[in-house]
């Protein structure tokens, strides 16, 4: 129990600096936020902008306080009405265009960690049981490229492929199933070389203990050993990479929406970092912060769980 | 902070070393495939520096009756949408990959070994503080920190450069830190410091010296995932200034021509694959040498 009001402290301290640190990162651009607003307002027409009407927006979001008074009343606002601003470029709430893309990002996230963690682990046992065999090899060649190709590179690859050349799935959409496959695959990949080695590892090492070559003497047969002894002993280091995939996921779900604009939070951070929308900025990168720090909560409980010699260790 | 991420970290904190020095080399040339890594990685260093005389065009020279061209004996590798030589262009592109990656790794490197070094040796308050800061750094995917500070900073070599230390040294200091501590405790030390000597010279001859190997593994693994990020982010538009030729803002571009040129979107992402691949042969080896009984988990 107290390790989980610990667990939860820290989140909550690494989500407030993360609040700081985006919020000072956002605000020491020169040129002004007044000026930015106006200019979302009156596109094209920046120059005839009078020092009156900057004046008026600067009032209106209270620009000319000190930055920090600035930040505890974004804190507070935040905290106490659930309010952590309102765009520029589109005039809505930060908190309804996350809600609006969120489905979105989740959906991609989720499918993409299932397709790593069923092909991982899966290529990952193959591969120990056959290990030093040239399908081994063949695997760990693959993992290698797996892990070293850029994740936009390979979602190139396949629209190029499947999309352009075998006219089979179309480039963008969203929505059906048919849409989500290849953007899932490209994400996946990086994730599912990573989850193959680690098992690989793993399950090399479990198998190599004693009760397995007891298991082994007794005359148990190979998948009956794997599933039954080895498999839930070999999966501990497997889940602490599933949950580092998920910020390398994360991450890379932001290009990978990008380039087959899938309505989510990843294409919408990196649209209003060009537009210098910085309350939308602000708000994606602490959907994301969070979503990240939820899983690893998750998956550490999961292993405290699994494991109890963390507990009290 | 006590969870399970930091614990696995620091558990990953290397033993010390089996093998240094001459032993060192000998093993890694012991191993075929490390061996072939570092002849590649001599021969991306060497185009690279050798770039301008080796590439057959200029690299920046445009030339739009010949635009989007496929691989021909004048073109070996194509052209672009200005009619920019492709094989000129990914040869100049390795220079700014490069040079920008041994950047960032080195800045982050001596960042992370002097905060790194203060925590563990000094420990208490000192301690604390930078491990807290550490763990918030290390508690978030690392391309969308870097993503909002170039958003702040703008394009950039320079911004870049430091975007992406302020994401990576963590790694390095949390390292480090381990790496001190597992040291402070061996005998040379208690010696040297009940001999009277000051911190300084402890750590400069004691400390540093031993734990360096096992910084510069990290230091290796680290540069692919470097040079992926930089690719990510120019990749995304918001790295580098658009007239620098550089791989991932290459496959940017040509992306838009990828049903009448896939060539474009094909030769840079070989490029910065090789080279990825290049660096994690090297650091895995590396990592197999020094410590033999590690579990080949990988930290992002």
Redesign the interface.
Known sequence: MK?FI??VG?MA??IF??CAL?FF??N??PGGTAKLVLKHTFVGLEESVTDEQLNQISDKYDLDAPLYLQFFRWIKEAVFRGDIGTSYVFKKPVLYLLALRLPATIQLAVMSMLIAILTGVSLGIYSAIRENKISDHILRIVT??G???????VA??L??IFS?RLKLVPVTGYGSLENLLLPAAALSLHSVA?VM??T???ML?TLGQEYIRFAKAKGLPLWKIVSRHALKNAML?VI??I???M??L???A??IE??FAWPGIGSL??DS??A?DLPV?QGC?LA??MM??FV?FL??ML??HLDPR?RY? | MDNVFTNRLRKKNFSLPEAYGSQFVKRVFQRKDMLFALAALLLFAGLSIFAPLLSPYDPNAIDLKNKNLNPSEEHLLGTDYLGRDLLSRILIGARTSLSIASGVVLISLFLGTATGCAAGYYGGFVDESISRVTDIFLSFPSVIFALTIMGALGAGVFNLMLALSIVHWAKYARMMRGQVLSIKKQEFVLSAITGGAGDFYIIRKHIVPNAIATLFVLATIDFGHVILSIATLSFLGIGLPADVPEWGAMLSAGKEFMRTAPYQTIFPGLAITFIVIIFSILGDGMRDILDPNHEGGEID
Do not use: C, N
Not at chain 1, 147 to 153: D, K, L
């Open positions: 390790y610990k667990r820290f301290l690494t600096a993360v985006t990162l956002m020491v651009i290698l490229f892990v070293s190709m850029p994740g936009f590179w190139l690859l629209i190029l352009l990573a080695r680690v690989r590892t793993s090492e280091p602490t990479v949950g580092f995939q910020g390398s994360l991450g890379g932001v290009v990008k380039i951070l990196v970092i060009s210098r900025v990168v994301i912060v990240f720090l690893h998956v550490d292993y405290t963390i260790g």
